[in-house]
């Protein structure tokens, strides 16, 4: 005897970029696949017709996204153009927010609190922040070091920015950062890389950078290997209905 087969009723109208689609942040729609594999969604010559970041948010039903990297490595301005383009997520820097909690520049924290101080700091804003969902969070490059924070890096994606020290020397001369106020800068950016491999490798995603990539193609790299990464570890739903498919059943919402 054969199960009953139940109808399927599932509205996934799309209103973006030419299509029609109710409000990601209002309903999770589960109809929504990788763009970049999806011939519907090419347009010719001109591209695509909806920007593949602004399928992220659907796909991604709210889990927060985690920049991590060496200082320099474009955390915060990649991190900044990927949620703009996403549209429905809002973009956290965690050193912005440390100097906005407690009125002093990271210089300040540090001459006065030393790194231990300010890697407390850094814990306790991470634990505050990672309990919001929708976030491009763009982190310090030294948080990874601490194991504790990855029990809250890992409740969203962690993508690391890896760019090599002779590149982001360039970016950082003359700043600020209180770690490159030494002799040889470029030396103590190779120590630290050294030193934090290990942690960064622990990201999701990996996007090694080359000096001809700007900010922009940085993003369009994130963005086509976080479909790509959504793909391969498809959500709960996802696999209970590919299981109730091959059983035989109508997956019913
Ligand atoms: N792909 C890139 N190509 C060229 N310059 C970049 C790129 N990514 C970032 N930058 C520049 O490097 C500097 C440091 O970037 P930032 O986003 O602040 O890094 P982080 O947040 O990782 O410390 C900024 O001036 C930024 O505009
Ligand atoms: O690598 C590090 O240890 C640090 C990186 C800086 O952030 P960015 O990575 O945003 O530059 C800032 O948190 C602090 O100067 C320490």
Not at 109 to 126: K, N, T, Y
Not at 171 to 179: A, I, K, M, S, Y
């Amino acid at each position: 005897f054969a199960p009953p087969k139940m109808a399927v009723i599932r509205p996934t109208k799309l209103m973006a970029g030419g299509f029609e689609w109710e409000d990601p942040t209002e309903q999770f729609d589960q109809g929504v696949d990788n763009p970049f594999k999806n011939p519907g969604l090419m347009d010719g010559e001109e591209g695509m017709k909806v920007d593949p970041a602004r399928l992220l948010g659907p796909r991604l039903n709210g889990s927060n996204l985690y920049f991590v990297g060496m200082m320099g490595s474009g955390k915060s301005s990649v991190g900044d153009v990927v949620a703009r383009r996403m549209g429905t997520y809002n973009f956290l820097d965690t050193d912005g927010i440390i100097e906005k909690a407690t009125g002093m520049s990271i210089p300040e924290i540090f001459d006065a609190e030393g790194e231990e101080g300010f890697r407390e700091v850094e814990s306790q804003i991470l634990d505050s922040v990672h309990s919001y969902v929708r976030c491009v969070v763009s982190t310090g490059g030294g948080l990874v070091c601490k194991q504790t924070n990855w029990s809250k890096l890992q409740t969203g994606i962690v993508i690391w920015l890896d760019v090599e020290p002779e590149i982001i020397i360039k970016r950082v001369e003359g700043t600020d950062r209180p770690l490159l106020q030494t002799e040889d800068p470029l030396q103590k950016l190779n120590d630290l890389l050294e030193e934090r491999k290990d942690k960064y490798s622990q990201a999701d995603l990996r996007i090694e950078i080359t000096e001809d990539m700007d900010e922009e193609e940085v993003a369009q790299a994130v963005v086509r290997d976080l479909h790509d990464f959504i793909d391969e570890n498809p959500p709960a739903w996802k696999i209970a209905k590919q299981k109730a498919q091959s059983d035989g059943l109508d997956w019913v919402q």
